[in-house]
């Protein structure tokens, strides 16, 4: 099993609806969790950033993340063509700074048809 | 705002010839700084983390005699691809922790 499973899609849904994006991951000592977008030949973008469980707004976009079901989402409201890109949920035990890198899911590809 | 820069963006070389990517993280310091690399359609995979005055540490697989990292000042730190050959060429990405953890624009090498 990996540490963190994402469906690499592609997920296509009509401008305006809700999308929601999801990883499972198997390691309990998880504490951070990161969503990124990432655009063809771009390096990621951070979009979300929270500790623990929870949720967390920020505009359109909220995270979740339930520690105890090892499952995090990302939702995006009101999307729009601009948002298709690939969607990268990343995670790591530590702060995110020290000795540990982050581990990632493969990414989940967005359409977003006008 | 705190942004980690890349240079260059992209690079085509002839193989056996070597190339430096520079990583610099503007308004904010970065003791550690990342290294990935990218191949089309896949996850980013870490390569090596690299520390401000000490050698870098790879991961399993990563040959550090091919991939020389030196990360010389708070603000910057490089990767050297020595000797590049066709199957070096990938999508490197370097990042360093501000809030959250921040990725360069990436920079795209073709080896010849």
């Known amino acids: 099993q990996k540490e963190v499973e994402q469906d690499p899609g592609p997920l296509s849904v009509p401008e305006g609806a809700i999308v929601s994006l999801n990883c499972t991951y198997s390691n309990s000592a998880f504490q951070y969790f990161m969503w990124y977008r990432q655009y063809s030949r771009k390096g990621p973008e951070l979009l979300m950033y929270t500790y623990s469980s929870g949720n967390k707004e920020d505009g359109r976009f909220t995270a979740q993340v339930d520690k105890s079901s090892k499952y995090i989402s990302l939702f995006i409201r009101d999307s729009q063509p601009s948002d298709s890109a690939t969607y990268l949920c990343a995670m790591s035990a530590g702060s995110g700074g020290g000795a540990d890198g982050l581990t990632f899911g493969k990414g989940t590809h967005l359409i977003i048809q006008p | 705002g705190a942004v980690v820069s890349q240079h260059p963006s992209w690079v085509i070389c002839k193989s056996g010839t070597s190339v430096k990517i520079e990583c610099r993280s503007l308004?904010?310091?970065?003791?550690?700084m990342f290294w990935y690399r990218q191949f089309p359609k896949q996850s980013l995979m870490l390569m090596a983390t690299?520390?401000?005055?000490?050698?870098?540490?790879?991961e399993q697989g990563v040959e550090k005699d091919k991939f020389l990292i030196n990360h010389a000042s708070l603000t910057l730190s490089t990767l050297t691809v020595t000797s590049a050959h066709p199957e070096d060429s990938s999508f490197y990405i370097c990042?360093?922790?501000?809030?959250?953890?921040?990725f360069g624009p990436g920079t795209r090498l073709t080896v010849l």
């Open positions: 690299s520390n401000e005055g000490s050698k870098a540490t790879y």
């Open positions: 308004d904010f310091q970065a003791t550690t």
């Open positions: 990042s360093a922790r501000d809030r959250g953890r921040l």
